[in-house]
């Protein structure tokens, strides 16, 4: 008998197998069918998450912060303000109170800084070693902007690909914290509420194809769910955005960095001549002031992404069949 595995979370290709194979079979409507970070129903979005990741405190934020801005961000990657989120716990029995209090107060200043209400709730408690510390799940309600209608289906050749900053700063915060590494004070977690930066964008130019954002499988997830028969995504290594002290953890440990987890960073499909104007008003906000215009949509590579390296060779980036650091929210 088959098992679910960890990779059957992490976001790549276990986790769309799953989706298409078992769940979108049995659920699959017209709202659901889009695979979309939330769903469009009418003038509204609507969207939730659980969040399960260890530690649940980090540099950067806790699985608090987390909650709220994965939420957030959802919404705003759906063309949506976020308006509404409900919160669900799940707690262990002998868990701190006092921890419990500052992922509380986290989660307060994160939806305060996003500007959204919790206005709904649960709480369960479970026996000690049925759970682990702490599990929180999150759904939101958000209005659609006027004018907007982001979908993969108006992606075309010749559209720019940006991303809002540098890659992989949370999931090598996560495993450096997990596994004891020694990291340099100035890498933490990039969990951040990125609404406002959304709407300053699509204030300028509502004619977006895709937004997402590059959580769990990283930027070689999200591009693979997009790519067709019709078009395919050519990066270039030079132009992607990364602190040294990730491309250092991923050298010494083989991995790649386009497969890293990333909370605080949105990728953009736009139309080739609002590209810059996209950029300039990513560079402005304060999460997005390492944006860059990393590649573009091509009629070469049909159903593929592939990089063009520092060398001057092209690799195809495959769709990750896992998580290369498990549990990152």
């Known amino acids: 008998m088959k098992k679910i595995t960890l990779a059957h979370g992490a976001g790549g290709k276990f986790s769309a197998d799953l989706i298409k194979e078992i769940i979108l079979p049995k659920f699959n409507n017209e709202f659901l069918s889009e695979l979309h970070d939330g769903a469009k129903i009418g003038r509204l979005a609507m969207t939730t998450d659980s969040y399960v990741v260890r530690p649940i405190f980090f540099h950067g934020g806790d699985i608090g912060k987390l909650s709220i801005c994965g939420t957030v961000n959802d919404l705003a990657v759906c063309g949506a303000i976020p308006k509404f989120l409900s919160v669900g716990v799940i707690i262990e029995?002998?868990?701190?109170?006092?921890?419990?209090?500052?992922?509380?107060?986290?989660?307060?200043?994160?939806?305060?800084?996003?500007?959204?209400?919790?206005?709904?709730?649960?709480?369960?408690?479970?026996?000690?070693?049925?759970?682990?510390?702490?599990?929180?799940?999150?759904?939101?309600?958000?209005?659609?902007?006027?004018?907007?209608?982001?979908?993969?289906?108006?992606?075309?050749?010749?559209?720019?690909?940006?991303?809002?900053?540098?890659?992989?700063?949370?999931?090598?915060?996560?495993?450096?914290?997990?596994?004891?590494?020694?990291?340099?004070?100035?890498?933490?977690?990039?969990?951040?509420?990125?609404?406002?930066?959304?709407?300053?964008?699509?204030?300028?130019?509502?004619?977006?194809?895709?937004?997402?954002?590059?959580?769990?499988?990283?930027?070689?997830?999200?591009?693979?769910?997009?790519?067709?028969?019709?078009?395919?995504?050519?990066?270039?290594?030079?132009?992607?955005?990364?602190?040294?002290?990730?491309?250092?953890?991923?050298?010494?440990?083989?991995?790649?960095?386009?497969?890293?987890?990333?909370?605080?960073?949105?990728?953009?499909?736009?139309?080739?001549?609002?590209?810059?104007?996209?950029?300039?008003v990513m560079k402005k906000n304060p999460y997005g002031k390492n944006a860059a215009i990393i590649g573009e949509v091509t009629e070469n590579f049909s159903g593929k992404v592939g990089l063009k390296t520092s060398i001057g060779g092209i690799r195809i980036v495959d769709m990750p069949v896992g998580n290369l650091v498990p549990r990152i929210c």
């Open 93 to 280: 029995e002998g868990f701190d109170l006092d921890d419990l209090k500052k992922i509380i107060e986290s989660m307060s200043a994160a939806a305060s800084e996003a500007g959204v209400k919790i206005v709904t709730g649960d709480t369960k408690v479970v026996e000690k070693g049925h759970a682990d510390g702490i599990f929180i799940n999150t759904a939101g309600i958000g209005e659609i902007i006027e004018g907007v209608d982001i979908s993969v289906k108006k992606i075309r050749a010749g559209m720019k690909v940006l991303i809002s900053g540098t890659i992989g700063d949370h999931s090598v915060t996560i495993l450096s914290e997990r596994h004891g590494l020694e990291i340099p004070e100035t890498l933490k977690s990039d969990c951040a509420p990125l609404n406002k930066m959304i709407f300053e964008i699509l204030s300028v130019e509502k004619n977006i194809a895709m937004l997402r954002d590059a959580t769990r499988g990283g930027i070689a997830a999200v591009l693979n769910e997009i790519v067709t028969e019709e078009f395919g995504i050519l990066l270039e290594e030079n132009k992607i955005p990364i602190r040294e002290e990730v491309q250092g953890v991923c050298d010494i440990l083989g991995f790649d960095a386009l497969e890293l987890a990333n909370e605080g960073k949105i990728i953009a499909v736009v139309p080739e001549n609002s590209a810059e104007k996209v950029l300039n």
